[in-house]
């Protein structure tokens, strides 16, 4: 299976389907884009001699060509499977309908529970108890599409959101490594009886 990974930063996500997946399980990871053309991530994909690309708003007349040039770009690398690893961009309509059922999204809280940018600011604000990571497809709304994998993490006493990140960090990592697996295995299914529902098939 062909995956085509967006990143806008760091890029440790993408590290760990380099790492992990990449080359292994049927997974070939053949282009990586982004929005910021001085994301780590995008040297992270060279290092690894995986096709870039970046693609700045600024260089298209609205996010909406700049979605398309994307979809396009990552089509024509025979991508089957986008991965949003850190993209901290919404995709459109257009891109989504591209690649249906053909896009996931890694979050670090534990959803439908703070969705959005800063996430986990506002879990530390609130006071849970609980944090923890989401992996699930992308609709066309904002972290709202349905779940295929989840892990919570007891950090009762938790009150600085960057030890709470880097606590997340490896669990993002395993959780979408491992949704890339599924769904190369084609172990991954939307529920007939229930769209909002992922079955995983035992294998
Ligand atoms: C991760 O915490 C991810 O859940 C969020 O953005 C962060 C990206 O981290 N959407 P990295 O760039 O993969 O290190």
Redesign the pocket.
């Known amino acids: 299976m062909k995956v085509g990974v967006l990143?806008?930063?760091?890029?440790?996500?993408?590290q760990a389907i380099l790492d992990r997946v990449h080359g292994r399980a049927g997974v070939e990871v053949v282009a990586v884009g982004s929005d910021k053309p001085e994301a780590?991530?995008l040297e992270r994909a060279a290092a690894a001699g995986v096709a870039t690309r970046a693609f700045p708003l600024a260089e298209h007349a609205d996010r909406h060509a700049r979605d398309a040039a994307m979809a396009a770009w990552l089509a024509g690398a025979g991508v089957e499977l986008v991965v949003?690893?850190?993209?901290?961009q919404l995709v459109d309509a257009a891109f989504l309908r591209r690649f249906p059922q053909r896009v996931i999204?890694?979050?670090?809280a534990l959803l439908p529970a703070f969705p959005g940018i800063g996430s986990?600011e506002q879990a530390v604000a609130y006071g849970v108890k609980v944090f923890g990571?989401t992996v699930h497809f992308v609709d066309e709304g904002v972290d709202t599409g349905p779940i295929i994998l989840q892990r919570a993490l007891d950090l009762p006493a938790a009150t600085d959101t960057q030890t709470v990140?880097n606590a997340?960090?490896p669990i993002?990592h395993d959780l979408l490594c491992e949704a890339v697996r599924l769904i190369a295995r084609d172990a991954v299914r939307i529920d007939p009886a229930n769209p909002r529902r992922v079955l995983i098939a035992a294998v």
């Open positions: 990143a806008s930063g760091e890029g440790s996500n993408l780590r991530a949003l690893a850190g993209y901290m999204n890694v979050h670090p986990v990571v990140r997340l960090h993002e």
